[in-house]
């Protein structure tokens, strides 16, 4: 299995940039798909990007299109998250994820294994 833990979370002004990432220790690194996702009090957990194991291929929620940009570094174990142009709505908490299948995939329920969190504040 694969541990993980995010950091780079805080306090930003609506506009400001933050960049997540994600630590991964345990298992190879590259044989996982990674995500990330985030949580706003009283919602559902939704997913916000994904990208493959070696290729590069992403994916992006339609919200954060443009503005946000996932990224990886196989040779540090670490899963990264440029958020630029952050607005409120963007607050939430933010998980790492890494999933097994061979498929990219935007479902909760699809990824094995979850860091605990990283908490982004984005105030107007």
């Known amino acids: 299995q694969v541990q993980l833990v995010e950091s780079g979370g805080g306090l930003v002004q609506a506009g400001g940039s933050l960049r997540l990432s994600c630590a991964a220790s345990?298992?190879?690194?590259?044989?996982?798909?990674m995500g990330w996702f985030r949580q706003a009090p009283g919602k559902e957990r939704e997913f916000v990007a994904a990208?493959?194991?070696?290729?590069?291929?992403?994916l992006y929620v339609d919200s954060v299109k443009g503005r946000f940009t996932i990224s990886r570094d196989n040779a540090k174990n670490t899963l990264y998250l440029q958020m630029n142009s952050l607005k409120p709505e963007d607050t939430a908490v933010y998980y790492c994820?890494?999933?097994?299948?061979?498929?990219?995939?935007?479902?909760?329920?699809?990824?094995?294994?979850w860091g605990p969190g990283t908490q982004v504040t984005v105030s107007s």
């Open positions: 994820a890494a999933r097994i299948g061979v498929l990219l995939s935007v479902s909760v329920s699809s990824y094995d294994y």
């Open positions: 345990g298992r190879t690194f590259e044989g996982y798909n």
């Open positions: 990208i493959s194991r070696s290729n590069g291929r992403t």
